[in-house]
């Protein structure tokens, strides 16, 4: 089993790469941290506490990041694509979890389980990159202590989703997600250029319903949400882009993707190119890589495994 922390910012897909984790036997969830992002930290916290409910989990969700690691600037945001609560508008007001998260404080939980297994542990961050940037900076030896850092994130080949150029969770925090792109740990980038090839339709969705569990339908409920959004932004898409479960997907089949070593750096300037993941596509780059960056995906493979186990 390979240890894993889960970093989101619950959310949609974020809700969908949970379940997935925790129905995976190949995968020790040692916790999930949650972070600013689709919603606020508070909100990801309570979300995620909801679905591991239903997931009859008691994992522990520790709370991270509740603003930018360097600069806030006023973000885009994310209701339309996961409703008001995150949660495609699922909740009922006042909805709140039976048990209550971590005391601690996701960056210290972060440095702690990678120390107390050097070599070992896979990070997974599906959301804005502030937690684990903070980690390093407290604790810089964590670079060379992680097995893995597998990062939903960036579009090194095609275009961003937040604007033009920015994916939405390098968008949210750049600052933190070039501090960990400079920093010499491991990382492996599931970016748009694969995430948007992993399209979920409707009628997969259906088959969760006709499960008549209540895991069941709250995904199913939620997810046709997000697919409805998805159809209102990019018209004629048929079904939506499944990034956070992708990104667990390859801590389980790395052979689902193929990667190719890049050095890849984030726009914190640009005016029409904030955030925008650059990477060196020359040739003969400058730098040497700094990440293993996803360009092509077994879309149908790993949709399958998906299906088979999220729900
Ligand atoms: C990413 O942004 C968030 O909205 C999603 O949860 C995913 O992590 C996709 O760009
Ligand atoms: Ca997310």
């Known amino acids: 089993m390979k240890p894993i922390i889960l970093d989101v910012d619950t959310g949609i897909d974020d809700a969908l790469a949970i379940s997935y984790a925790v129905n995976s036997p190949e995968l020790e969830l040692l916790g999930v941290t949650t972070c600013f992002g689709n919603v606020t930290v508070q909100e990801a916290t309570r979300n995620t506490l909801l679905v591991l409910e239903h997931l009859d989990s008691s994992l522990p969700v520790i709370p991270g990041a509740a603003k930018p690691f360097f600069v806030s600037r006023v973000k885009a945001s994310a209701v339309h694509i996961h409703g008001r609560d995150g ?20 960056p210290q939980f972060i440095i702690d389980q990678v120390r ?38 960036g579009a090194v080949t095609r275009a961003g989703n937040a604007t033009p150029h ?104 640009g005016f029409h190119t904030l955030g925008r993941t650059v990477g060196d596509l020359r040739s003969k780059p400058a730098n040497q890589p700094n990440m293993q960056v996803c360009l092509q995906v077994d879309a149908d493979r790993f949709l399958k495994h998906f299906l088979s186990r999220v729900v």
């Open 166 to 269: 920015a994916e939405a969770n390098i968008y949210a925090d750049p600052e933190a997600a070039d501090y960990v792109f400079a920093s010499g740990i491991p990382i492996t980038l599931v970016g748009l250029d694969v995430t948007m090839e992993t399209l979920l339709p409707k009628k997969d969705v259906e088959v969760w319903r006709d499960k008549q569990t209540t895991l069941g339908d709250l995904m199913a409920d939620m997810t046709d949400f997000y697919i409805d959004a998805y159809e209102d932004f990019y018209p004629g898409i048929g079904g939506c882009g499944l990034h956070d479960p992708l990104a667990v997907g390859v801590a389980i089949h790395p052979d689902f993707v193929t990667t190719s070593p890049m050095h890849v750096r984030v726009d914190l300037e």
């Open 87 to 106: 949660m495609g508008n699922t909740l009922s007001d006042g909805k709140l979890p039976k048990r209550e998260a971590s005391s601690q404080y996701a």
């Open 116 to 153: 107390s297994r050097p070599h070992q542990v896979t990070i997974i961050t599906v959301a804005a990159m502030t937690n684990l940037a903070l980690a390093i900076m407290q604790a810089p030896d964590i670079v060379n202590l992680v097995d893995n850092v597998i990062v939903m994130g």
